[in-house]
């Protein structure tokens, strides 16, 4: 109180309130000072409201929870896992076609035809796989190519040679002197084997065709002849380029000008690179860069004096000569000693054995023919043993030469590795690059 007896408005009321609520100095305060009563005054409302939050966090924090449990029943069920995005539905009719075996050829088709233009009908029976084996075949009018290449791919000597995928020779063809196949045709067996039948190289039946029909020749050829050895030259070319092996096929031993003419095709064969292309390229070898297939010649008509030994040796080092300088793999890919047709021999009785084999004549009526009954007084053993051959029977030759042409090696024919598919394409880029090739043409220059 003041000395007039009246109260001081700054020590009470509405003016001390706000001096409580004004914020002091931080730090440690002075509780005996001046003012440090003042500090630690709380006032009655303050305090209340104090209380009141305190008692209301202790009341939530003492609440029990209350936990709600299920049922037994549906304590058990799990909760269904998310359903995954449904995958489209696939057709049942392509699902099928993909389970389905590859549809079996029954007969031959044309790859290329007789006016040297490719067929695309071929693709129809190709998959998309790259275990595949090309074999080709060459040889003169009348040498039994397609007998060869039927017999190795789907026949037997029992069946008529009318039901051979590759159509044989006629007796009315031989007697007219023509030739049955044209062009190049295609087969493929359920093992994934191609067999390409071609027209005959070299071919005076289709020579006179062209002269006597009066056929127009392309304008880059002014003689007959000239056009007949670049066709045949076209498709020799081809098959050393597309294919594994190339069975060449003779009747008699032997043709010089058939050898003359192996070496011109292999002269005028497209260049592919190898598999080890990018190696070989560095140190600059061109040997290396380029892809030679198995060649193989077959004797057909063999007769029995061509299976004696010592005639035997002759041939082989005849063939060694004539392709001394050829990159074509012509040796050391089949052996006839190894597949026990001279039991006899010893494995080094040849020197240089090359890739030839012997087939006899096929004569059924003679093989099926029942032996002479003994005469009277005559050993009954000797009935009973068949007559004297001079070689195994015609269908054991068959089934060891096709084991043998089976179970060559089948390198890569471009720098990579090609499906069915990709051969099929592989090969039309090649035939249109066979005749368009520069080398070809200029040959055919200087033919002319």
Not at 74 to 88: D, G, L, N, V, Y
Not at 139 to 148: D, E, I, N
Not at 220 to 244: D, K
Not at 420 to 434: L, P, S, T
């Amino acid at each position: 109180m003041s000395e007039s007896g009246h109260s001081q408005p700054g020590l009470y009321g509405i003016e001390r309130r706000r001096r409580w609520k004004e914020p002091g100095p931080g730090g440690p305060q002075n509780l005996s000072g001046p003012g440090g009563r003042e500090r630690d005054y709380i006032a009655p409302w303050e305090r209340e409201r104090r209380d009141g939050s305190e008692e209301t966090s202790t009341a939530v924090m003492q609440k029990t929870p209350i936990i709600l449990s299920k049922p037994p029943a549906e304590r058990s069920k799990q909760p269904p896992p998310p359903a995954a995005p449904a995958a489209p539905a696939m057709d049942p009719v392509v699902g099928q076609a993909k389970l389905l075996p590859p549809e079996r050829m029954k007969h031959s088709i044309k790859l290329v035809d007789d006016q040297m233009n490719w067929c695309d009908s071929a693709i129809e029976y190709l998959l998309d796989q790259t275990d595949v084996l090309v074999v080709g075949v060459l040889g003169l009018q009348g040498t039994g190519k397609s007998m060869v290449m039927s017999l190795l791919s789907a026949n037997t000597p029992e069946e008529d040679q009318r039901a051979y995928v590759f159509r044989a020779q006629s007796a009315e063809m031989k007697e007219r002197g023509g030739n049955q196949t044209s062009g190049i045709d295609f087969f493929i067996t359920q093992e994934r084997i191609v067999f390409l039948d071609t027209q005959p190289i070299l071919s005076p039946s289709i020579l006179d065709h062209l002269i006597n029909n009066d056929r127009k020749l392309p304008p880059e050829y002014n003689l007959p002849h000239t056009y007949v050895e670049m066709q045949s030259l076209q498709i020799a070319a081809f098959l050393f380029t597309v294919c594994h092996v190339v069975i060449v096929v003779q009747d008699w031993f032997t043709d010089l000008s058939l050898y003359r003419f192996l070496q011109t095709a292999e002269m005028v064969k497209p260049s592919t690179p190898s598999p080890s292309h990018e190696s070989s390229s560095s140190s600059g070898s061109e040997e290396g860069a380029e892809y030679y297939p198995h060649l193989v010649f077959l004797q057909n008509k063999a007769r029995r004096e061509d299976f004696c030994p010592r005639k035997l040796r002759q041939m082989h080092l005849m063939i060694d000569q004539l392709m001394a300088h050829s990159h074509l793999r012509y040796k050391g890919t089949l052996s006839m000693l190894q597949c026990n047709v001279f039991p006899g021999l010893p494995p080094d009785f040849l020197d240089s054995e090359v890739n030839l084999f012997l087939m006899p004549f096929m004569d059924s009526e003679t093989e099926s023919e029942t032996p002479p009954r003994a005469g009277p007084g005559s050993s009954p053993l000797f009935s009973l043993l068949p007559g004297y051959r001079g070689h195994p029977s015609f269908q054991s030759l068959v089934s060891k030469l096709r084991s043998q042409v089976m179970s060559m090696a089948r390198p890569q024919l471009s720098h990579t590795i090609l499906t069915e598919k990709n051969w099929f394409h592989y090969a039309a880029r090649i035939w249109d690059g066979v005749k368009k090739s520069s080398a070809l043409a200029e040959y055919s220059r200087l033919l002319a």
